[in-house]
């Protein structure tokens, strides 16, 4: 297969995750207290959130890569 191909199907898988969940989450954890044999972390959680528009976006240019592709490949 041709790498625009590949690369076009890349970007529908991404750009239908996107749209499926609209953004990841992922946790850290610091320390709020270290005093010799005592210590107590704190867990956070940090939520980045993808707007729809670059699901969209990926896999409408995924389409057209695909698309692209195999027209140009066809016509050889």
């Known amino acids: 297969m041709k790498p625009v191909i590949l690369v076009g ?4 898988v991404l750009g239908v995750i996107s749209l499926t969940y609209e ?8 320390k709020a207290v270290d005093l010799g044999p005592l210590q107590i972390t704190t867990e956070k959680t940090h939520e ?3 707007p729809p ?4 976006i990926a896999l409408a240019g ?4 695909v698309l ?3 027209r140009y490949t066809a016509e050889r």
């Open 48 to 50: 980045i959130p993808l």
């Open 53 to 56: 528009i670059f699901g969209a």
């Open 9 to 12: 199907v890349a970007l529908i």
């Open 62 to 65: 995924g389409i057209l890569l």
């Open 23 to 30: 953004g990841f989450s992922y946790r850290t954890r610091d």
């Open 68 to 70: 692209n592709g195999t």
